[in-house]
């Protein structure tokens, strides 16, 4: 191809370009059922199909796209699929996958408002919507779009920190349970806090914050001049889809003077269910919550949020008034959402929540949440009523964790916890779905994450069946 210093395509070429990339997408929406969720490589592999030199000359676009369809798009795990249960899988939704593209295209800064006053006023809509699901003020709550939960509960240990101690957090001390996300752990080490500002509250048999446990370690930390500065609570645990008691929790950071966090990443999403949103009573106590929408409010890759009961707190926290900003400060009421997080530079992240809400309705969004649920309880049955399964943590905000132990036969813990692992690996190099372990009471087991609305009870049925064929061929000697 020849030199292209101005980097343009003329007017047919993008068209043609744009027309091949929309149907490879709408192939793979369509098509998806009939793929792999599953693919493995050795970095020796990947680096022999794609490593070279950075190419002095380009190709043909066409080349070089459909290079990418064939192999890069077909050389990574399917985590759309309806046969992913690990991790939390990505459903996302179509329409949102072209409200990213209509973002990226026209290159949308959503910093400021100045900027991109339509982005701006976009994203304190859909915040405000957030709120009121919430309940959280209308008038003094905000919030932010970020690039997933882990940057929402940075954002959030930032803000208390600030507001609560200043320049001072010598003698902080942060509390979390031992099912919080690993991301809370990552996030206040970034920040500074030691690992001795730091409390793990191990949880109850129902992998729930102990109440007590915690109240006697407040205690102890103020006897020995401490200031209990946070306590993150989690609405949705990854391991088992757990609760923490909110209302509880609540009640002891208003008492101790404890900033509240609820990360609702996972779980958030249940507060449109009409049948499991009284799991999250007492979360609209909280001072901050991060929620997720790229999982269980179906929006692709890189979209988290958080929310703050006054937004006051954020522009506190983060404000910085560098010279070539001061012209386009605006007035009060314009936010600028650089002064309200850490990055300058944003993408235009709430035209996909936007669009994907306004199109389908929250109605479509609470009928999916609840079908979940509602999957993940008869999945939860259909263990039950099998004498091979055994449930370990039974289906909660459409998560179950099971171990193969049938019954009849005896295993040694150390067998069984062979066996499980050994099922999920067979299950994975078979490529049939996504399916790995986690560890609940010091045992491996089997963990399903069900919120893709496009999953079956065929789908999981079909894997089960698999899990216990594998099973069978295993030699338990």
Known sequence: MEINPKLELSKKAMKDYGYKVVDTIVDHFENLPNKSPV????????????????????????????????????????????????????????????????????????????????????????????????????KRGGGIFTSGGSMANLTAIVTARRIKCGDDYSKAVIYMSDQAHSSNIKAVRTVGFKKEQVRIIPTDSEFKFSINKLKNQIAKDKLEGLRPLCLIASAGTTNTGTVDPLTRLAEICKKEDLWFHVDAAYGGAAILSKNANMHLKGISKADSITVDPHKWFF????????????????????????????????????????????????????????????????????????????????????????????VVSPAHLAIVNFRFNPIGKSFSEKKLDEINQCISKEIIKSKEAHLVTTILNNQIVLRMCLINPRTTFDDVEQTLKKCEEISEAINYK
């Open 39 to 138: 693919f493995n490589a050795t970095r020796e592999e990947m680096d022999a199909e794609f490593l070279e030199n950075a190419p002095e000359e380009g190709k043909d676009p066409q080349e070089v796209l459909d290079f990418v369809v064939n192999k890069v798009l077909t050389e990574t795990d399917l985590l759309s699929h309806p046969k992913a249960y690990s991790f939390v899988p990505g459903p996302s939704n179509y329409i949102s996958v072209m409200a990213d593209t209509l973002a990226t295209g026209y290159n949308i800064f959503s910093g400021g408002w100045a900027n991109g006053p339509a982005a701006a006023e976009l994203e304190i809509v859909t915040i405000n919507w957030l709120l009121k699901l919430f309940k959280l003020p209308s």
């Open 299 to 390: 929006q692709p890759y890189e979209m988290g949020c958080l929310l703050v009961r006054n937004y006051r707190w954020l522009s506190k926290t983060f404000t910085a008034k560098p010279e070539y900003l001061k012209d386009i400060e605006g007035n009060t009421s314009e936010i600028n959402f650089y002064d309200h997080g850490i990055q300058l530079t944003r993408r235009f992240r709430a035209l996909k929540f936007y669009m994907s809400l306004k199109t389908f309705g929250l109605a479509s969004f609470r009928e999916a949440i609840d079908y979940n649920i509602e999957l993940a309880e008869k999945t939860e049955t259909y263990l039950r009523n099998s004498p091979n399964w055994e």
